[in-house]
Each structure stands twice: as structure tokens, then as C-alpha cells.
């Protein structure tokens, strides 16, 4: 069955980095899209970037732009989330998810990132 298994949060000091992990399987990687989002206490869950089938189009959040990377390698069937220069408004369970048709359609457990300040 598909799975989606996030890994690499944690607690990091403001300014600090963080690489998220997020295994997949159960399907044809390299056929999806992939994407990261993230849901802090109180607030919806947000897009935070995304990637497709073969890594060569990204997207970010306004928010993260300049500081998050969004790679992927179809060979270990990943998708990683480099966080650099961490802020508090930064801590949140992050999601990794694939890209459907139409939708994000299978999502993973969640990793929570504590930023603290």
C-alpha cells in the first residue's frame, strides 16, 4: 500500500538547519509530484514547497522562499526538505504528500520542528 514516512525534525536553535526526510512506497515514484506543508498549533495546514516527477520544477511558500529546498531522489524513492536560517513562526508538523491528479491524495505521519528563539 502507499506509504508516506517523514523523519529529521527536531529541536534547533533560530538560525539553525534542519533536513527533512520523507520515504515513499508503494507505488511508482518518479511518476508523482511530491510536496512538503506544514500545520502549526492553531492554524491551517500550509503549502510549503513542491516538486515534480523528475525534481526539475520547484515551488516555495513566500515565506520559505531563499531558505527551504525541495530536492528529490527518484533512485531511493525520497524527498527531502533542507531548512536553512530556521525561524520561530518556522515550528510546525511537517507533512510530505504526493501530488495526484488533482490532489495531494496520500500523506505521511508528520515530523514536528520546534524552532526555539
Known amino acids: 500500500q502507499v506509504q508516506l514516512v517523514e523523519s529529521g525534525g527536531g529541536l534547533v536553535q533560530a538560525g539553525g538547519s534542519l533536513r527533512l526526510s520523507c520515504a515513499a512506497s508503494?507505488?511508482?515514484?518518479?511518476?508523482?509530484?511530491m510536496g512538503w506543508f506544514r500545520q502549526a498549533p492553531g492554524k491551517e495546514r500550509e503549502f510549503v514547497a513542491g516538486i515534480n516527477w523528475n525534481g526539475g520544477s520547484t515551488s516555495y511558500a513566500e515565506s520559505v522562499k531563499g531558505r527551504f529546498t525541495i530536492s528529490r531522489d527518484n533512485a531511493k524513492n525520497t524527498v527531502h526538505l533542507q531548512m536553512n536560517s530556521l525561524k520561530p513562526e518556522d515550528t510546525a508538523v511537517y507533512y510530505c504528500?504526493?501530488?495526484?491528479?488533482?490532489?495531494?491524495?496520500?500523506w505521511g505521519q508528520g515530523t514536528q520542528v520546534t524552532v526555539s528563539s
Open positions: 504528500a504526493r501530488r495526484g491528479l488533482s490532489t495531494f491524495d496520500y
Open positions: 508503494g507505488w511508482t515514484f518518479s511518476h508523482y509530484g
